[in-house]
């Protein structure tokens, strides 16, 4: 088993509120789709095809850019997954579901002016349940910031534009692309 850094361990320590609050949507958001799956829910705030963002700003506590690698990258993506799954199935659950829940996931970097952004997708593997997630991560000077974009579809949510691409210039002071 890989051992990680200090720096690495702190960045995780400072992310998990975040992959927190992904996991409680996601999981609420596939709770909603297997109870209702043709009628869209108007309380979770989320219509067919809207976006709904959330960012947060931490301190990185000594952590760089230089410490987003593709291993840093690929464990932030199981520990992202693995959260977005547990409290899927919890309240999957508490709905009187009993089937076991998964996610698809893929993870990459993208490189945009001086930043490099660690871009994590994610969505049921439940194919009756229309959902998707992206979250945006980044190391500026000292502090760890990160957007969360969620949708009611499957379809790619956009970074370069849209609702999440302007959460991410308002966040990060610079867009991905475009």
Not at 88 to 95: C, G, L, R
Not at 116 to 125: D, L, N, Q, T, Y
């Amino acid at each position: 088993m890989k051992k990680f850094n200090w720096k690495q361990m702190l960045l995780l320590i400072v992310a998990l509120p975040v992959i927190s609050v992904i996991a409680r949507n996601m999981g609420s958001m596939l709770a909603d789709s297997r109870n209702e799956r043709d009628y869209r829910q108007t309380e979770s705030g989320i219509g067919a095809g809207e976006v709904v963002t959330v960012a947060s700003v931490q301190d990185a506590e000594g952590a760089t850019q230089a410490d987003l690698n593709m291993d840093m990258l690929h464990f932030l993506e199981q520990y992202t997954v693995k959260r977005a799954v547990a409290n899927a199935q919890k309240h999957f659950e508490a709905m009187g579901y009993d089937g076991k829940i998964s996610m698809e996931s893929n993870a990459l970097y993208v490189d945009s002016g001086s930043m490099k952004f660690a871009v994590i997708r994610m969505w049921p593997s439940i194919e009756s349940v229309e959902m998707g997630a992206v979250s945006v991560i980044g190391i500026q000077g000292t502090d760890l910031k990160r957007v969360l974009c969620l949708s009611e579809s499957r379809e790619q949510i956009p970074i370069s534009y849209g609702v999440c691409g302007e959460k991410i210039r308002q966040v990060f002071g610079q867009g991905i692309g475009r």
